[in-house]
């Protein structure tokens, strides 16, 4: 019995773990870029934000 269903189920097993696993790692790919933006808009956003604390009160001038 345990034969047989190792025989039955390895094309499965194999079906699952190319496919379905590799479109998980695909999912997981598109979920990090986002992710990878908004750490990039944060960073910008902290460096224009030290770049105003460091001004002089009432200073005009382009960041």
Do not use: H, W
């Not at 956003?45 to 030290?50: A, G, I, Q």
């Amino acid at each position: 019995m345990q034969e047989e269903s190792k025989t039955l189920f390895s094309p499965v097993r194999k079906q699952v773990q190319e496919v379905v696993l590799a479109r998980v790692q695909q999912l997981d790919e598109s979920l990090k870029r986002p992710l990878k933006i908004i750490e990039q808009q944060m960073m910008l956003m902290k460096n224009t934000k030290d770049q105003l604390e460091k001004m002089p009160y009432g200073t005009i001038q382009a960041i």
